[in-house]
C-alpha cells in the first residue's frame, strides 16, 4: 500500500467521523421523517466505507502509469459541454438539453459508440424528466419541445 493511499483513507475515515459527529449532533430524526443529520450521517458512512476500503485495499504499485496520454481535450470538451447546458437550458428546455449534454458526455469524453451514446442519452433524459416532471413535480423549463397536457 503506498503512503498516499494510506494517508488518503486516514484522511477520509477521521472526515467521515467528524461528519457522522456532527451529523448525529444534528439528529437524524425517522425513516419516514429525516431529520436535518440525515444526509451527513448518509454522507459519513459512505466517506468511512470508503476511506476503510481504500487502507484494506492491496496497493496498485504493480499498475503503471502511462505518462504520455493527455486527458486536456476531454476535460475541456467536458467543461464546455456543461457552460453549453447551462446556457441552452431555458432556451432548448430540459430535454433536449439533458440529452446533448449526455450525448456529447458519452460520445466524445468517455468514447461510446455512437449507437450507445445516442440510446442512452435519449433514455436518461426522458426517464429524467418522467421522474422530476411528472412523479416529483418539479417545474423544468419546456424549450421548443412541447411536452403532453399534465406533464
Known amino acids: 500500500m503506498s503512503f498516499v493511499d494510506r494517508v488518503v483513507g486516514l484522511s477520509a475515515l477521521g472526515g467521515a467521523i467528524v ?6 449532533s444534528l439528529g437524524p430524526g425517522t425513516s419516514r421523517l429525516p431529520g436535518p443529520g440525515f444526509f ?17 485495499h492491496p496497493g496498485r504499485e504493480g499498475i503503471p502509469i502511462s505518462p504520455g496520454t493527455p ?28 440529452f446533448g449534454l ?20 435519449a433514455t436518461a433524459a426522458f426517464v429524467s424528466l418522467v421522474v422530476f416532471r411528472v412523479f416529483l413535480k418539479v417545474p423544468l423549463p419546456a424549450g421548443i419541445f412541447p411536452l403532453p397536457r399534465g406533464w
Open 40 to 56: 451527513p450521517l448518509l454522507i459519513s458512512a459512505s466517506m468511512g466505507g470508503l476511506g476503510v476500503w481504500l487502507l484494506l
Open 102 to 121: 449526455l450525448w456529447v458526455q458519452l460520445r466524445w469524453v468517455e468514447g461510446q459508440s455512437r449507437k450507445v451514446s445516442l440510446l442512452t442519452a
Open 19 to 24: 461528519l457522522a459527529v456532527a451529523g448525529w
Open 71 to 98: 486527458r486536456w481535450g476531454r476535460f475541456i470538451v467536458a467543461l464546455a459541454s456543461v457552460f453549453c447546458y447551462a446556457a441552452l437550458l431555458v432556451d432548448l428546455g430540459y430535454l433536449l438539453s439533458t
